[in-house]
């Protein structure tokens, strides 16, 4: 069996974000973070830090986008994303 | 604990609603619509429901829902969704059926159809997203909009001498007896999202276990209506939203109600002919008449005083013709009195298909009054028949470029004993002269227009003599 992820982490696609903000509002470890950059629809999308996620999954529950965030937790195993 | 939040199974992956963009929703950023789908999809996802699941968008904003969830999806007219929702759960009892609504489609225009829905206790899962304002077509007020709050139709803001109350739904709906579950959230912070996701979820398992109707009302931030930034919208709702409509459970029924078992609910055909005093034996008659060419697509009005039997002599001949295999229709038109006042029914009887059962242009009038052949004789086509009445029209019609056929129809009914049957001497005068229909198929439709059966040799006799009235004057 393969091993888990060793800490949580949270992916944005920034192409269907609208850059809202609510997920940098709500995150508690303060690791969003509005992009300089404008996506297609020339909103500023979201970014991650790179650093610091608890896989909290607060800022997936205030997304309003379906498959914007994705929070992948502490002992996911990679193998099953693909 | 799922080791990962990913998109829901139960959204499509392509949203196939435009050119363009096909992968994000047309919600406007931080709009609340898209967090309540991810929830219910997420749920439908867990409870392994997807594929027996049957949402119905209402019209507003999630006028679109169709588009996102990859379930069975209807969409209904404004306000209607519980009434359809209705529907399917008697039909396909064993599907979980959710009506996703707003607040102007449920609160306003669709008022009576939730209360009227929950007061059944349908079991089915209502989810009622207020924000206070009708989103889609531009932030007018809503019934839930509330007091001061600026809308393009208050702009002075919601004034309760001119504009009344924002109104509770969850409050009002909680004095029925027959809801089960009804609970209001609020779509904030992390804490009170996720009290929206167990309502959301507690809603749905309560269909699953046959307990009945359940409503969630989710207090949601519109940004561009009200003019604010998401993360002000959000703070406006924690901050004058909640204040207004409360949050918590208003009626929970959940432990105590045993589940109902899940049946359809179909009416047996011999039971209701039973029941309605239908013969059960419906035989099939095929006219053996040659049918007159003039009378093919035969359009009839008939017309009289109340009482004479006026709308039974079109539904007489409408019940002989669809047994005989043609297409009919009937339409009556009275007013509020049993006797006395004036009738008249609209008939078609055609070998084609019928677009409307309103006759305009009529091709057969049936006239048993005076004022009914004065007033209906103008709009009869060129070519087509009046029959009328002798015994009580002593005048004579004044077009000249139609058929007329007068028979003493009360005279005759009389001297059989009762004038109430002067309607059938009609339908016999009428079957003998236009070839339509036979006596035998007429016959064999007078019990099911004929209620009380020891009047049913009355009629006929009535029937036989109208058409020897025709038959000895040819």
């Given at each position: 069996m393969a091993e888990g992820l060793k800490k949580a982490r949270v992916v944005i696609r920034e192409d269907e974000c609208k850059g809202c903000g609510l997920c940098i509002a709500i995150c508690p470890e303060g690791v969003l973070f509005e992009q300089k950059h404008l996506n297609r629809m020339g909103y500023h999308p979201a970014g991650y830090r790179g650093e610091g996620c608890t896989g909290c999954g607060f800022c997936f529950y205030q997304c309003p986008e379906p498959g914007a965030i994705t929070v992948y937790k502490k002992g996911y195993v990679e193998e099953e994303v693909a | 604990m799922a080791k990962a939040l990913i998109k829901a199974d139960s959204f499509y992956e392509i949203y196939e609603r435009k050119d363009g963009i096909k992968d994000v929703t047309h919600y406007c950023p931080g709009c609340g619509h898209g967090v309540l789908h991810k929830l219910i999809a997420e749920a439908l996802d867990d409870f392994g429901i997807r594929e027996k699941s049957i949402l119905i968008s209402p019209v507003g904003c999630s006028v679109f829902a169709y588009y996102y969830f990859r379930l069975g999806n209807i969409q209904a007219a404004h306000g209607r969704a519980p009434a359809v929702a209705t529907g399917i759960k008697r039909v396909h009892p064993e599907?979980?059926?959710?009506?996703?609504?707003?607040?102007?489609?449920?609160?306003?225009?669709?008022?009576?159809?939730?209360?009227?829905?929950?007061n059944r206790g349908e079991n089915i899962t209502v989810f009622f997203v207020n924000n206070a304002i009708y989103g889609m077509t531009g932030g007018q007020m809503?019934?839930?909009?509330?007091?001061?709050?600026?809308?393009?139709?208050?702009?002075?803001?919601?004034?309760?001498?001119?504009?009344?109350?924002?109104v509770r739904v969850c409050e009002l709906l909680a004095t029925l007896?027959?809801?089960?579950?009804?609970?209001?959230?609020?779509?904030t912070d992390a804490k009170n999202t996720s009290k929206v996701r167990r309502a959301v979820r507690k809603a749905l398992q309560n269909q699953i276990d046959n307990k009945?109707?359940?409503?969630?009302?989710?207090?949601?931030?519109?940004?561009?209506?009200?003019?604010?930034?998401?993360?002000?919208?959000?703070?406006?709702?924690?901050?004058?939203?909640i204040k207004q409509f409360p949050l918590g459970v208003y009626k929970d029924l959940t432990d105590q109600i045993k589940p109902k078992k899940a049946e359809k609910q179909v009416f047996s055909v011999d039971g209701l002919k039973e029941k309605l005093n239908i013969p059960m034996e419906e035989e099939k008659y095929s006219t053996s008449v040659k049918e007159a060419k003039e009378f093919r697509n035969m359009k009839l009005k008939i017309a009289g005083f109340g009482g004479q039997g006026i709308l039974l002599l079109g539904l007489g001949m409408a019940q002989a013709a669809m047994q005989a295999g043609y297409?009919?229709?009937?339409?009556?038109?009275?007013?509020?009195?049993?006797?006395?006042?004036?009738?008249?029914?609209?008939?078609?009887?055609?070998?084609?298909?019928?677009?409307?059962?309103?006759?305009?242009?009529?091709?057969v009038v049936i006239a048993m009054n005076l004022p009914s052949m004065e007033k209906f004789q103008s709009e009869i086509e060129p070519g087509g028949l009046l029959l009328y009445d002798t015994s009580l029209i002593t005048q004579k019609p004044v077009r000249d470029d139609i058929k007329v056929l007068g028979i003493p129809a009360t005279q005759i009914a009389d001297n059989l004993g009762n004038t109430r049957i002067a309607n059938m001497v009609i339908m016999g005068a009428f079957i003998a002269y236009t070839s339509v229909l036979d006596k035998q198929a007429v016959i064999n439709a007078l019990p099911f227009f004929i209620k009380r059966k020891n009047l049913i040799p009355l009629n006929e006799k009535a029937i036989v003599e109208g058409m020897n009235y025709v038959l000895s004057s040819n």
């Open positions: - | 599907s979980v059926v959710i009506s996703y609504q707003g607040d102007g489609d449920l609160a306003a225009i669709g008022g009576n159809n939730i209360l009227q829905a929950a809503a019934p839930t909009t509330l007091i001061g709050q600026k809308t393009t139709t208050t702009p002075y803001g919601r004034n309760v001498v001119n504009e009344g109350y924002p007896d027959a809801p089960v579950y009804i609970e209001r959230v609020a779509l009945g109707f359940s409503l969630v009302e989710v207090l949601s931030a519109c940004p561009s209506n009200w003019k604010m930034t998401p993360v002000q919208a959000k703070q406006w709702v924690e901050d004058n939203l297409n009919v229709s009937w339409l009556p038109s009275y007013g509020p009195e049993m006797r006395g006042g004036t009738a008249n029914c609209h008939v078609n009887i055609s070998k084609e298909r019928i677009g409307s059962p309103l006759v305009s242009k009529p091709t």
